[in-house]
């Protein structure tokens, strides 16, 4: 049970609203800021105005798994108005609270670190990243389906990236009959995309293994699927891009030379909220029933 901890929820999409009622069903006291536009049938859950007084007693803030942006604002499915973070609202917090979101950007991490608070970036986890990768999975071969006139098995797919996601991806593709190419950086991923039937190449020479592919996945955070690479790629293939924004593609000419690109970050939070949110939600009760406060420190 989580009886006397202090939550606050900023913002965020349908995710929040597991983690909401599991930490509710355990007791926590819940309040929520952005949210106004969200029904909800639980008492012990209280809505407020952002303020910097709001949050003085917070021993968890829980942000959505982008967190902020590098201005402070915060996305939010549920708010009827803008929600912004200052340094104000950071100041009010006890020094004992902890920020958790899912991947932080320059400025909330830089906001932490001025008031010492403690940050906890949720996918930076290797469970949760695990765990996150299969709705990821499920997400972009659904949008492979949906975007092209042929089936996955007996498809070429490339995957760029053996991480945690790419994995996972690679393994399902395998399972659906499809020819995976499997782009790689370092010689452990490289064996271990062998070990799964994979055909692996190095990253270097992504255009040289392109030219028969139907459908490209790329889980590489930075500009990786380049216009040599596009021009690569036969007319017909798809680009599905699962970096987060603005993702590792050239969109720009994609369009041009008529190849469709497709930027799906966060895939979980659309495709399976409620398997995504109890992947958050878990992670949050197992950090949350070690907080000081509970423990009588």
Same mark, same amino acid.
């Given at each position: 049970? +989580?009886?006397? !901890?202090?939550?606050?929820?900023?913002?965020?999409?349908?995710?929040?609203?597991?983690?909401?009622?599991? +930490?509710? &069903?355990?007791?926590?006291?819940?309040?929520?800021?952005?949210?106004?536009?969200?029904?909800?049938?639980?008492?012990?859950?209280?809505?407020?105005?952002?303020?910097?007084? #709001?949050?003085?007693? #917070?021993?968890?803030?829980?942000?959505?798994?982008?967190?902020?942006?590098?201005?402070?604002?915060?996305?939010? +499915?549920?708010?009827?108005?803008?929600?912004?973070?200052?340094?104000?609202?950071?100041?009010?917090?006890? @020094?004992?609270?902890? /920020?958790?979101? =899912?991947?932080?950007?320059?400025?909330? @991490?830089? #906001?932490?670190? @001025?008031?010492?608070?403690?940050?906890?970036?949720?996918?930076?986890?290797?469970?949760?990243?695990?765990?996150?990768?299969?709705?990821?999975?499920?997400?972009?071969?659904?949008?492979?389906?949906?975007?092209?006139?042929?089936?996955?098995?007996?498809?070429?797919?490339?995957?760029? =990236? %053996?991480?945690?996601?790419?994995?996972?991806?690679?393994?399902?593709?395998?399972?659906?009959?499809?020819?995976?190419?499997?782009?790689?950086?370092?010689? &452990?991923?490289?064996?271990?995309?062998?070990? %799964?039937?994979?055909?692996?190449?190095?990253?270097?020479?992504?255009?040289?293994?392109?030219?028969?592919?139907?459908?490209?996945?790329?889980?590489?955070?930075?500009?990786?699927?380049?216009?040599? /690479?596009?021009?690569?790629?036969?007319?017909?293939?798809?680009?599905?891009?699962?970096?987060?924004?603005?993702?590792?593609?050239?969109?720009?000419?994609?369009?041009?030379? =008529? /190849?469709?690109?497709?930027?799906?970050?966060?895939?979980?939070?659309? /495709?399976?909220?409620?398997?995504?949110?109890?992947?958050?939600?878990?992670?949050?009760?197992?950090? +949350?029933? &070690?907080?000081?406060? !509970?423990?009588?420190?």
């Amino acid at each position: 049970m +989580l009886t006397g !901890l202090e939550t606050a929820f900023i913002g965020g999409d349908a995710r929040q609203l597991e983690v909401i009622r599991r +930490l509710a &069903e355990l007791d926590a006291g819940v309040t929520l800021f952005g949210f106004d536009n969200w029904q909800h049938q639980d008492g012990g859950i209280r809505k407020r105005e952002l303020t910097p007084h #709001a949050l003085a007693t #917070a021993d968890a803030v829980i942000l959505p798994v982008v967190g902020t942006d590098e201005n402070g604002k915060v996305e939010s +499915l549920f708010a009827s108005e803008e929600l912004v973070l200052d340094d104000a609202h950071f100041a009010s917090l006890p @020094k004992t609270a902890v /920020v958790f979101t =899912g991947i932080a950007k320059s400025y909330l @991490k830089q #906001a932490c670190a @001025k008031h010492h608070l403690r940050l906890v970036e949720l996918f930076e986890r290797d469970d949760v990243a695990i765990y996150n990768s299969i709705p990821t999975a499920e997400g972009s071969i659904m949008m492979a389906i949906q975007h092209t006139d042929i089936t996955i098995h007996g498809s070429v797919c490339m995957v760029l =990236g %053996m991480g945690r996601t790419g994995m996972t991806l690679a393994r399902v593709l395998k399972g659906l009959g499809a020819t995976v190419k499997a782009g790689v950086r370092k010689p &452990e991923h490289f064996a271990r995309a062998m070990e %799964m039937g994979c055909v692996p190449f190095y990253t270097d020479n992504i255009a040289q293994h392109a030219t028969d592919v139907d459908i490209l996945f790329n889980t590489v955070p930075a500009m990786i699927v380049t216009a040599q /690479v596009i021009a690569s790629l036969p007319h017909s293939a798809v680009i599905i891009d699962l970096a987060s924004k603005p993702g590792g593609t050239d969109f720009r000419y994609a369009e041009r030379r =008529g /190849v469709k690109a497709i930027l799906a970050p966060s895939l979980p939070g659309l /495709v399976a909220p409620k398997t995504a949110g109890r992947i958050i939600a878990n992670c949050l009760v197992q950090m +949350l029933s &070690e907080h000081p406060k !509970l423990r009588g420190e």
